[in-house]
């Protein structure tokens, strides 16, 4: 048979969880292929890159769709657990786990961008989002889609680094967006210890008279608040710095967003889905999987005939 379309994915793979231990996407790529009966030629078809497997991607696609709802959560990289909604929707016997179904949950209404007016005419219409946009709108919707979960991505493999290579990363992130670009010697990773509050340094002219200051925290929980922008502050004042950039992979409160408002240097705050973006945007740590060129007709040529 060939490979179904990836929602028919979803329920052989929740039901994989329901024994509510760990599973790998391995596990979760190999129970779709015994519950479909899938022969060699089904599993190694390609997706039109041709860089990737059906079952793969379609595997991938699954898992993010039960992520988002909150049918399972990600344990590690590539290991995931049921939720307690995930069992609760097991009880109910469904006979399929696709989108119209997952629009139940809040969390899926705003991964699918669906606004309550939408909504409500899709319910009534039985259409889904696609259905109603033109196919450009379509197009975009689902560019944002594949790159929110890039981003996701990539914030979980930066998590699983240490302190120091994060800081390495923003270095490079800053370099690639052309800020001291002109030369290698442009930016300066600070020791580990004794930094005072600096972890890094970048020369936005050849001579280093004018140097932007950055503090990179790569915390998995809670947020920066107003006591870290105030060091933060501090160690720009002893420098008599008037530029600084403070990037975390979580989020700042309003309390921190506030202050650095009021303060006199010129600080920029970048929190982890910022950062993830600029990641994308600037291409480090991503690759291009593949491109499509979108044509149209080119009035000026027929008009010259």
């Not at 302190?163 to 690639?176: P, S």
């Not at 309390?255 to 889905?273: D, F, M, P, R």
Request: glycine content about 6%; aromatic content about 10%; some cysteine.
């Amino acid at each position: 048979m060939s490979v179904p379309e990836f929602q028919s994915f979803m329920l052989p793979i929740l039901k994989l969880f329901e024994d509510k231990k760990i599973h790998t996407i391995k596990e979760c790529k190999e129970i779709v292929i015994k519950y479909f009966s899938l022969n060699e030629e089904d599993i190694k078809n390609l997706v039109p890159s041709g860089k990737q497997t059906l079952v793969e991607n379609r595997v991938y696609w699954s898992l993010t769709y039960l992520k988002k709802s909150v049918l399972i959560e990600s344990i590690n990289r590539g290991e995931y657990r049921i939720t307690d909604r995930g069992l609760k929707l097991l009880n109910t016997k469904p006979e399929r786990i696709d989108k119209k179904l997952l629009s139940q949950y809040r969390e899926y209404r705003i991964f699918s961008n669906q606004d309550e007016k939408e909504e409500t005419f899709i319910k009534t219409n039985e259409l889904q989002v696609s259905e109603v946009i033109t196919p450009e709108e379509n197009i975009d919707q689902i560019y944002k889609k594949i790159n929110d979960q890039l981003a996701e991505d990539l914030l979980e493999i930066i998590l699983e680094k240490d302190g120091y290579y994060f800081e390495r990363l923003v270095m490079d992130v800053l370099i690639k967006m052309g800020y001291g670009n002109f030369r290698n010697e442009a930016k300066e990773i600070t020791k580990k210890s004794n930094d005072g509050g600096i972890d890094g340094i970048i020369n936005q002219d050849k001579l280093g008279l004018d140097k932007i200051y950055i503090q990179a925290k790569r915390w998995k929980d809670g947020v920066v608040g107003r006591p870290e922008l105030q060091k933060f502050v501090g160690a720009l004042s002893e420098r008599q710095a008037i530029k600084g950039i403070f990037i975390t992979t979580s989020d700042f409160t309003k309390e921190a967003k506030e202050y650095v408002e009021k303060v006199s240097q010129n600080i920029i705050l970048i929190n982890g889905n910022m950062l993830s973006k600029l990641m994308i945007e600037y291409n480090v740590g991503v690759q291009i999987n593949y491109t499509y060129e979108i044509k149209k007709i080119d009035n000026d040529y027929f008009e010259m005939i």
